[in-house]
């Protein structure tokens, strides 16, 4: 299931494709209050804005996916969707969350722009069908579990329903019990099927399950590794992002700094401009 085409995936009023300018996909990993979470995007969208870098907010509602029953759960969606359409009208940019079951995907489709297929949700064929049935455009991201060779049986499922609006995002492998490994060649490996390739530079950087029933990480990778992804030639980058992480509800020790992030972006733009050539 090769491609031999660059496809460009429209979200919102921005155009994803790995030939084009990158795209920042970027918020904090949680949706909390509306206060809490415009203290942090509203400074996202002012560097992102000022340095000409197109910018889809992403936070979640709910995060079903913790190791323990005492973990952060989120907003829930009924509280998430009204702070997701005045974010939008807010900042005029696209959202993206993820879900969990096809009823979420179902309403979720009227305000969220782009759905997000959870890696561990991966092998789920009820849910990549309704990414791919309800979502405008879907984000898949692979499986750290899973070989980059079971892309082809993922992405059919979601196609299945007509729709190839589809990014696919990388999150590493697993390496021992808590450690996650970038492989480089697979951004390149991953645009064969076509679609815009995007890395996700802040689960990459996490530690399952490593710090006393939740996840760990470290967020010195981050950076780095989004250097490198941008210089391979891709579409996106995913980032998490938090003004105070020792505060955040859920995956602050791998989280981006917002005070450091306006500085990252200048670097990481001249890195894609230089590949790129535009």
């Known amino acids: 299931m090769k491609e031999n085409k660059n496809l460009h995936v429209r979200i919102g009023d921005i155009v994803v494709g ?10 904090p990993d949680s949706l909390e ?92 064929t009820d849910i990549l069908v309704a990414a791919g049935r309800y979502g405008q455009a879907v984000n898949l991201k692979r499986s750290h579990g899973e070989s980059p ?46 679609y815009p390739v995007c890395l996700d530079v802040s689960h990459t950087c996490q530690k399952p399950s490593a710090d006393h029933g939740k996840s760990g990480g470290e967020r010195r990778w981050s950076f780095p590794l989004a250097r490198a992804g941008i210089a391979v030639g891709i579409a996106a980058i995913f980032m998490e992002i938090y003004d105070k992480p020792e505060q955040a509800p859920v995956d602050g020790p791998h989280s981006f700094l917002i005070s450091e992030l306006y500085d990252a972006l200048k670097i990481l733009k001249k890195i894609d401009q230089t590949i790129k050539g535009y």
Not at 154 to 165: P, Q
Not at 178 to 192: N, S
Request: hydrophobic share 35%.
């Open 18 to 27: 790995n030939d084009l300018p990158f795209v920042l996909i970027a918020g």
């Open 33 to 124: 209050s509306y206060k809490r979470t415009d203290a942090i995007v509203s400074k996202i969208n002012n560097y992102t804005k000022e340095l000409g870098i197109p910018w889809i907010m992403k936070a979640c509602f709910d995060k079903s996916q913790r190791t323990s029953i005492e973990g952060w759960r989120g907003v829930g969606l009924n509280k998430a969707l009204p702070l997701y359409r005045r974010f939008k009208k807010k900042y005029n940019t696209p959202v993206t969350a993820d879900f969990s079951t096809v009823e979420e995907a179902k309403q979720m489709s009227k305000v969220v722009d782009l759905l997000q297929v959870q890696a561990r949700l991966y092998r789920q």
């Open 149 to 194: 060779k079971s892309l082809p049986g993922a992405i059919g499922k979601i196609t299945s329903s007509g729709n190839k609006n589809i990014i696919i995002t990388e999150r590493g492998s697993v390496f021992g019990h808590d450690d996650i490994i970038v492989d480089m060649r697979l951004l390149e490996a991953h645009k064969d099927y076509g």
